[in-house]
């Protein structure tokens, strides 16, 4: 243990690194339902993906695209989209000193909002869930930002 | 205060995290844009989006792609992929003890060719402004990715 | 050399960097390739791209799509969906104090796995030496996050 660097013994930065994990497995599981839409609906890009399914002739069909697949897609970019940010604001604001209970409170509050936008967006829930919990995230990420640049700016 | 961390206090890493604020605030930006396009012009990419707006039938024609908005998502996606690279590689450079004015130049150049990059692409300008901001910032991370390998290499 | 900060001193940090660096210069290439192919394949998304090749009626059929076009850029998305992740979680994982030997074999591995994907891609190799190397790359991610989780976990 005497090899874990002191950042890991700051209680905030610790709350961001597991919070970062869990909502970059959320995100890396985006590829796994992608996966399993493009077996299950028959849905590829690549002509390389299905000579592997039997006659490349009466395969070729596969080559399309799928509402669901687009769908899972556009989920998984959307999260590209947001959790990036949420990663490098949310790294420089755990080492901006926060309260332990205000950066647990913006991780948490961020981390529930895009899981629900996951489920809103592929389940599909009516309007307005999914761009409510999208914009909660999206005001986290804003709010942690503030605190950045207000912590210390260097121009 | 006293809770800030070490790293804030280095010159070359607070000008990193003002910095990579600056340039993930600008790239939430285009996500904005993107809703504002979409809603104005009517072009949408889920029927839940477009229940909202009244009768479902009607509006079934909302489900269309706009010149625009693939304009404003290939701006954002371009931004993702230059800005991943930015964010991951000055972290390492800013920890690698750079001359602190050799850190500004290089986060300055960065942050004033992607905000020029995205006002190219929207406006749009005429070639090769959006291109030669692009390259710009492209060097920029080329340079510091340099610099880092040659701080330390562990292979 | 003594404004190097304290973490460019742990060994599985530099090695972190050295990976990160080297599979972020790796996705950046395909940017380029993308711009290679665009020029030669004569495939272009934007109208301000083409004016530049000439008159401007006769080239208006440059605004098209081609399949070697739309495969780089299916593996730069890929790219950016699995280095994303492991970016954010070996950051993390590089600060837990792992064994240097056993984080050397994680990124070394994941360098590895990426670069084979891109070719594997771009070549493209038959199936499923592309999906096999994606899977590798993304079982690693999963082993660093496992390990991140397991050293501290503030929910």
Not at 57 to 76: G, I
Not at 97 to 114: C, E, K, M, N, Q
Request: charged letters at 15%; proline letters at 5%.
């Amino acid at each position: 243990m005497s090899k874990i660097t002191q950042l890991m013994k700051n209680e905030a930065f610790l709350a961001y690194s597991t919070y970062t994990a869990i909502v970059l497995l959320k995100m890396m599981l985006m590829s796994l339902i992608t996966i399993y839409f493009r077996m299950t609906r028959k849905a590829f890009s690549n002509p390389e993906d299905i000579t592997a399914l039997g006659n490349s002739e009466a395969s070729k069909k596969y080559l399309q695209t799928d509402p669901d697949v687009e769908r899972v897609r556009r989920c998984h970019l959307n999260d590209i989209e947001n959790i990036v940010p949420f990663i490098g604001i949310g790294l420089l604001y755990a080492l901006s000193g926060p309260d332990l209970s205000t950066a647990l409170l913006h991780f948490r509050i961020f981390a529930v909002a895009r899981i629900f936008h996951t489920i809103a967006y592929l389940t599909p829930l009516p309007q307005p869930s999914r761009g409510l919990s999208w914009l909660v995230g999206f005001v986290v990420t804003i709010s942690m930002a503030c605190r950045v640049l207000t912590t210390g700016l260097y121009l």
